[in-house]
């Protein structure tokens, strides 16, 4: 069984600055991509920051220069840090990643979400 655990949300004023952490457990072989979503109230989904394996990222172009996604592999965490935060940046972050199984299968596994609340 492996889970997803967020923590570091909360609420911060408008140019104000969070770190939020995602640990992952369970019995797995290895983490393949790691990444954040976040879901504002009526809107989809959307992929704010990712990071392969290899070190290599992705971010959202609204996120760019102000957000940074890193990993630690000895802690099986990923990290967001959150600067120069927006109004626009409320909503429930969600981390996920590919993990491989030990049975050598990937699955796909999320967190439970944590909620970022900007104000402005």
């Known amino acids: 069984q492996v889970s997803l655990v967020e923590s570091g949300g909360g609420l911060v004023q408008a140019g104000g600055s969070l770190r939020l952490s995602c640990e992952i457990s369970?019995?797995?072989?290895?983490?393949?991509?790691m990444a954040w979503h976040r879901q504002a109230p009526g809107k989809q989904r959307e992929l704010v920051a990712s990071m392969t394996s290899g070190g290599t990222t992705n971010y959202v172009d609204s996120v760019k220069g102000r957000f940074s996604i890193s990993r630690d592999n000895a802690k099986n965490t990923v990290l967001l840090q959150m600067s120069s935060l927006r109004a626009e940046d409320t909503a429930v972050y969600y981390c996920?990643?590919?993990?491989?199984?030990?049975?050598?299968?990937?699955?796909?596994?999320w967190g439970q979400g944590t909620q970022v609340t900007v104000s402005s």
């Open positions: 996920n990643a590919d993990v491989q199984l030990l049975n050598r299968r990937v699955y796909t596994y």
């Open positions: 369970g019995s797995f072989f290895t983490i393949n991509a």
